[in-house]
């Protein structure tokens, strides 16, 4: 019995990695392209490092991906999302780890379907972590782009801080299938106001794909990918830890990819080439 777990979980996490773009999307419900957000600023008294994570929930149905089993693939399901709510999810990872408590879980209705506000335990740091609905991937996307550009920048509150978010964030992170893979984007993403955004992508082949948009928008990538992974929270952590220890970018991008080699058994050799920085 203890070997078919193995055997199982092994699957699952080998049909993870190769899920990115051997299904045709099923685009019949997608949402309607939005129009370009308004170029302003918002005005935020928080002066803390914000990190802002896009999490396009894992969905069999409204994704080019291959289908995952049922309950971790439900791209409408947060609770047990692979990128989500599974052990090395975003929501369960995080709250799992001894450097981040969390503050605030909020449900929202529409193609955001839960946000969570986490809070460093000893730096004076924010993470806000939202789960999009999977079939709204192109929107989410569309958003992570759009903050990274300086375009779109909101804020929220908690306990009397306003905390900048979207374009206001100092890092802006993007988990999740590669959608580019299946639906193309305007160059629209251009710098609106001349800072330049640490980013994150943890997504398959995401340097390709990207790489126009992260330029016209003036974004420093410090870990994204060169093949197909698994996108899930272990790197992105680990990396984060770098990020606010105001470790130089190699040292960034060697956090990632030691955690990746840690959770994945793969080789140091492998997950170098796998994980890169810059563009």
Not at 33 to 39: F, G, Q, S
């Amino acid at each position: 019995m203890h070997r078919r777990l193995n055997f199982i979980f092994t699957l699952v996490i080998l049909m993870s990695i190769s899920a990115c773009a051997q299904k045709p999307a099923d685009k019949a419900s997608a949402t309607t392209k939005p129009a370009t957000p308004k170029l302003k600023d918002i005005a935020y008294s928080n002066t803390a490092k914000v990190i802002h994570v896009f999490v396009a929930l894992c969905d069999n149905k409204y994704q080019g991906i291959v289908p995952l089993p049922k309950a971790i693939g439900n791209g409408q399901d947060p609770e047990t999302n692979l990128y989500w709510g599974c052990d090395n999810g975003v929501r369960t990872y995080f709250k799992k780890s001894k450097e981040w408590q969390l503050l605030k879980k909020v449900k929202i209705k529409g193609m955001i379907m839960e946000r969570l506000v986490f809070k460093h335990r000893s730096k004076d740091a924010y993470l806000v972590a939202d789960a999009w609905d999977g079939r709204s991937i192109e929107k989410t996307t569309e958003d992570f782009l759009y903050s990274a550009a300086g375009q779109l920048k909101d804020t929220i509150h908690y306990n009397k801080q306003v905390i900048g978010i979207g374009g206001n964030a100092r890092l802006l992170a993007y988990i999740g299938h590669d959608g580019l893979m299946d639906f193309g984007l305007a160059d629209k993403f251009h710098n609106a106001d001349g800072q330049t955004r640490d980013c994150i992508i943890l997504a398959c082949i995401s340097k390709s794909y990207f790489k126009g948009f992260m330029t016209t928008a003036k974004a420093n990538p410090l870990v994204w990918t060169t093949g197909l992974m698994c996108p899930e929270a272990y790197t992105l952590h680990d990396a984060i830890t770098g990020y606010l220890n105001n470790e130089p970018t190699q040292k960034i991008r060697s956090r990632a990819v030691a955690a990746y080699v840690k959770y994945q058994k793969c080789s140091v050799n492998a997950a170098s080439n796998l994980l890169v920085s810059g563009l």
